[in-house]
């Protein structure tokens, strides 16, 4: 072929045969996807690829009307898979979130006095009723509320912030908690060993300087053995002592334990929403009232500060805990399920023969840095280790586990309802790899 065989992009675009596919790009995306096909033909210029060149525009539109971010069919086991998304919202939690989010809101609005008034009040009965705190506020996630805290309580430039050399943690993508330390303007004092801090370490560590004691749950990692901590109530008091804020960093968000922690004296418990609460992505800091009215006026609050969808989010969540309807909750659901097995040599059952897929005892884990070192008894599918690539690629894409040469299935995070196209994405990714020596035939 030669090169002025290549159509113009005015030319493409007048296609009658392209007409339904410039209309769905629009413009700006129908230029941008002919210019780039073109590139390519100009590259390796042939006969072929002018015939398939409407073929090639229309896989090209096709790929870039798909979405980036896509819902994917979690069959890893882990519950709390940071990768994709953490928690799942219950049905009744995503629709309250979509009402409130395609609409004006009482964000800030006193309906009965007509007065502007402060968002937080939507949740404040509900975090009193289910954990005792007499104030929260909200964030966008855990870190926020913990940088918050420091940047707030620590009043002046280099004031003291005390953590046990065994808290000073790092969680995902590099962040870590003495950096955050650092950012909110305050010098970290590392006290204890790695695994034995006493109480004594945190009294000898106290300066005119000192302007808070953090707590911080030990995220991703546990330690056993020859390891101590003082008591939450023990180190509560020497803060009360010295006149001192304790601050915990719970991670994890589990209702019962932020109330324990308020109850044995600590002054401020951040945590998230998105983890064992099973709720959207935000961090919650409740406690002392007069503290986190601090914090509410420092104007780092409103740079963190969750919208309206989010707090909608929140009070659903927080609203199916109260009426003991959690288990509606997915993340509930998961860490509670039953007949894993039965489900699990179902649908193994159903498919190809060929694939030689085994039924295998496995463990499950709730993920998210949220419960290090626990395990949940599973119930796994062991396919071909070759099938792991074409299953995350496919339609509707399902990310599994790779472990011990084979890609397993574990039906504990899958939802019922995905399970047909589960069973479909399976059988579709071994038919496209049938070939491959490492896949039976």
Request: aromatic share 4%.
């Amino acid at each position: 072929m030669k090169l002025r065989q290549i159509p113009s992009v005015d030319e493409l675009l007048r296609r009658p045969a392209l007409a339904d596919t410039w209309a769905a790009l629009g413009p700006s995306g129908s230029r941008r996807v002919i210019a780039d096909c073109l590139k390519a033909v100009r590259a390796k210029p042939s006969d072929v690829a002018l015939a398939n060149l409407e073929n090639d525009l229309r896989a090209a539109a096709q790929h870039r009307l798909q979405p980036s971010l896509r819902r994917v069919i979690n069959a890893t086991g882990v519950v709390l898979h940071t990768n994709l998304g953490r928690a799942p919202l219950a049905a009744a939690v995503a629709a309250r979130m979509a009402e409130i989010a395609s609409g004006y809101s009482n964000l800030e609005l006193d309906l009965t006095t007509g007065r502007r008034s402060r968002r937080d009040r939507h949740l404040t009965r509900w975090f009193e009723e289910l954990t005792g705190a007499p104030a929260t506020i909200v964030v966008n996630n855990n870190a926020a509320a913990v940088l918050l805290a420091v940047h707030t309580l620590v009043i002046e430039p280099q004031g003291e912030v005390i953590v046990s050399r065994g808290e000073l943690v790092e969680i995902g993508e590099s962040f870590r908690i003495a950096d955050i330390v650092a950012r909110g303007g305050a010098r970290l004092v590392e006290v204890g060993a790695t695994n034995r801090t006493r109480l004594a370490d945190y009294a000898r560590a106290l300066t005119p300087r000192t302007r808070m004691i953090l707590r911080v749950h030990r995220s991703n990692f546990f330690m056993q053995g020859f390891v101590s901590q003082p008591e939450h109530r023990e180190l509560a008091a020497l803060a009360r002592q010295r006149k001192i804020p304790l601050v915990e960093d719970l991670g994890s968000g589990e209702l019962n334990l932020v109330r324990e922690r308020l109850r044995a004296g600590v002054s401020l418990v951040t945590y998230s929403g998105d983890k064992l609460l099973g709720g959207p992505q935000a961090g919650m800091i409740s406690g002392n009232a007069k503290l986190v009215e601090k914090l509410r006026t420092n104007p780092l609050f409103r740079a963190l500060r969750a919208g309206s969808a989010i707090y909608a989010a929140l009070e659903a969540t927080l609203a199916l805990y109260a009426r003991d309807a959690s288990g509606e909750l997915p993340v509930v659901a998961a860490a509670t399920a039953g007949g894993l097995e039965e489900r699990t040599r179902r649908l193994a059952a159903r498919l190809p023969p060929a694939l030689g897929a085994k039924v295998v005892a496995g463990a499950a884990v709730m993920g998210g840095g949220s419960r290090p070192g626990e395990t949940m008894t599973s119930w796994q599918i062991a396919l071909p280790p070759a099938l792991a690539a074409p299953l995350r690629r496919g339609e509707p894409p399902v990310v599994a586990r790779v472990e011990h040469q084979h890609c397993l299935i574990d039906l504990r995070t899958v939802f019922a309802e995905e399970e047909s196209a589960l069973q479909a994405a399976i059988a579709a990714a071994y038919a496209s790899q049938r070939t491959p020596a490492n896949l039976p035939s």
